[in-house]
Each structure stands twice: as C-alpha cells, then as structure tokens.
C-alpha cells in the first residue's frame, strides 16, 4: 500500500521517514519530495509498504502524531484527480478558429 505523510518538518531525511514506519511492518520505500530546484523538502512524502493490514496499522497509529515539533498528516494515498497524468504543454484554443487571413477568430483580419 501507498502512503501519504504530510505536514512534514523540512528537517526530515527519507531515511528517518522509513525509521518512523518500521515498527508497522516491512517498508518497501520511504522518499520524501523535494523541489527540483532548491533540492528542499516541500514538507511531504510517500511510504511504500508490503503488507496492507500493516500499512493501515502505521496509518492509524501515527495520523496526527507530532513529529519534530509538527503534528503530521497521515493515509492512504490516492492517484492524482484530474486524469491525464503528466504535465506538458497543453494546446489551447484563442478564438473561434485557428488563425490565418480573415477567416475567424484569431489571426490578422481586415476591419474597414
């Protein structure tokens, strides 16, 4: 089971973040997410664990539990809403057609 970890102190590496689960059960992974930027926290994370009654063991034991002066968020992460699934470019449209001379909306047309 994926899990989510929010409200997270910038302090925390993803090391301690797997230290925190491990009493539960087996975790598969622990990362943290960083900006790619700066390389900082943005102050949360995702726990991967093998044995679901586990993963929901460590969920309802550490959900709004303080760590490093924070009371942290804590469940089953769920895919993002929205759909599509990556970023990029996305086409879109200005007008009622696509451009060129007097022929709709959005390119050069003659106004006399």
């Known amino acids: 089971m994926n899990?989510?970890?929010g409200n997270l102190s910038w302090n925390l590496k993803d090391?301690?973040?797997?230290n925190l689960f491990a009493p539960y059960?087996?975790?598969?992974?622990?990362?943290i997410v960083s900006d790619k930027f700066t390389n900082r926290s943005k102050g949360f994370g995702f726990v991967e664990m093998a044995n679901d009654d586990e993963a929901k063991a460590a969920i309802e034991a550490?959900?709004?539990t303080e760590v490093d002066s924070r009371n942290i968020v804590v469940n089953e992460s769920r895919p993002k809403e929205g759909g599509s699934g990556g970023g990029g470019y996305k086409k879109r449209s200005?007008?009622?057609s696509g451009g060129g001379y007097n022929k709709g909306g959005g390119g050069y047309?003659?106004?006399y």
């Open 109 to 111: 047309r003659d106004r």
């Open 25 to 31: 059960g087996e975790v598969t992974s622990a990362k």
């Open 62 to 64: 550490l959900n709004g």
């Open 15 to 18: 090391q301690d973040l797997q």
């Open 3 to 5: 899990i989510y970890v």
């Open 94 to 96: 200005f007008g009622q």
